[in-house]
């Protein structure tokens, strides 16, 4: 890695095809084109919420009054919707109390009455979260609704560890994404579930690894670490990397190749300090990370060989450059890392 620039007082960057698209002072955008010069930059006089890069739009929400800001061929518009996402040149809005698809003409494909706040695309399907405990799935083509998950009540309900347990109702945290027509999402609890994209009824539950150095079943009654659980479809694999943790799941035969490994004696050889390495994209076989720390205190990224189950690389290696006070958000995109700090500053590098 070699360092190639720094951009300063920032709020919120998005990158892809060597644009790269940020908010400074919460209420001016600019975008700069691969050799970071500015090829656009307006400044909207109002807050604006984190900025996307979706179907060649540029796109932001006002903070206030949440107004959506697009950006397309050099030109910007406001428009009286919040946008939640784009995708396939559809936009994706909550308006009137309602969440609807439209097309560029603004003509409305489908609408529902509850929010898209959790979501997931899968082929022609949208799934949602509605609340705690119900999935909601979508044809996304016409919006009718194909099923609805829901819970069953008091089943997963979980008790945490340690000197004071605590008592907890099982929610749904989060839907992960879709592979071979199953749909998985996880629990509060880091359980996580299977449902049949065509029947919406579970097929898998898988609580704990079921091949790791240590007996889960003794030591905790869930693997709470599931929560930072990920889909890489190439790979037809779930997996997570959290804390000195890194899990990894054949989505061929999931029931018996949850399989949990032990990295703290590499983060020890690289001086990562463990317990904070959090933020993570992955890139085929490796998974670049960064620690989350406070910005009065030293954070580092590197990357972590998922074949190997080792770190080969840390930002410690750049010396002085390689040091950030504290990561919010990495990315890594056009051979090109984006590190994002506490201290408000993009840090750019190229590999």
């Known amino acids: 890695m070699k360092k190639l620039t720094d951009i300063f007082n920032i709020n919120s960057f998005c990158s892809e095809n060597d644009v790269i698209a940020v908010v400074f002072k919460k209420s001016t955008v600019q975008l700069l084109n691969e050799y970071f010069e500015i090829d656009y930059e307006k400044d909207l006089g109002e807050n604006l919420q984190d900025i996307f890069i979706d179907d060649n739009f540029i796109w932001t929400n006002t903070a206030m009054d949440g107004k959506a800001v697009i950006i397309s061929n050099g030109s910007i518009t406001v428009e009286n919707f919040y946008l939640t996402t784009i995708k396939n040149y559809f936009f994706y809005i909550s308006q009137d109390g309602k969440d609807k698809k439209i097309n560029e003409s603004g003509e409305v494909m489908w609408e529902i009455p509850d929010g898209l706040f959790f979501y997931k695309f899968l082929c022609n399907e949208l799934c949602y979260k509605k609340n705690i405990n119900e999935l909601i799935l979508l044809d996304d083509l016409n919006g009718e609704k194909l099923w609805n998950f829901i819970l069953l009540d008091g089943k997963y309900n979980w008790e945490s560890n340690g000197p004071y347990p605590t008592k907890y109702t099982g929610e749904i945290n989060n839907i992960i994404g879709a592979f071979n027509n199953t749909l998985w999402a996880v629990l509060n609890s880091g359980i996580l579930?299977?449902?049949?994209?065509?029947?919406?009824?579970?097929?898998?539950?898988?609580?704990?690894?079921?091949?790791?150095?240590?007996?889960?079943?003794?030591?905790?009654?869930?693997?709470?670490?599931?929560?930072?659980?990920?889909?890489?479809?190439?790979?037809?694999?779930?997996?997570?990397?959290?804390?000195?943790?890194?899990?990894?799941?054949?989505?061929?035969?999931?029931?018996?190749?949850?399989?949990?490994?032990?990295?703290?004696?590499?983060?020890?050889?690289?001086?990562?300090?463990?317990?904070?390495?959090?933020?993570?994209?992955?890139?085929?076989?490796?998974?670049?990370?960064?620690?989350?720390?406070?910005?009065?205190?030293?954070?580092?990224?590197?990357?972590?060989?998922?074949?190997?189950?080792?770190?080969?690389?840390?930002?410690?290696?750049?010396?002085?450059?390689?040091?950030?006070?504290?990561?919010?958000?990495?990315?890594?995109?056009?051979?090109?890392?984006?590190?994002?700090?506490?201290?408000?500053?993009?840090?750019?590098?190229?590999?």
């Open 193 to 351: 579930i299977g449902i049949d994209v065509k029947s919406g009824k579970i097929e898998y539950e898988l609580i704990f690894p079921n091949k790791s150095d240590e007996d889960f079943t003794n030591s905790r009654n869930v693997f709470l670490y599931g929560l930072h659980t990920k889909l890489d479809e190439l790979r037809g694999t779930l997996f997570g990397l959290f804390f000195h943790y890194y899990w990894e799941i054949d989505l061929a035969h999931p029931l018996d190749t949850y399989v949990y490994y032990d990295i703290e004696e590499t983060c020890k050889q690289h001086e990562i300090a463990y317990n904070n390495l959090k933020y993570h994209c992955h890139l085929g076989d490796e998974v670049v990370f960064a620690q989350q720390e406070f910005a009065q205190d030293p954070s580092y990224v590197g990357i972590f060989n998922r074949n190997t189950k080792e770190i080969t690389w840390t930002s410690r290696e750049l010396g002085e450059d390689g040091v950030f006070k504290g990561v919010k958000k990495i990315d890594f995109s056009d051979n090109r890392l984006y590190v994002f700090d506490r201290a408000n500053t993009l840090h750019i590098f190229e590999r």
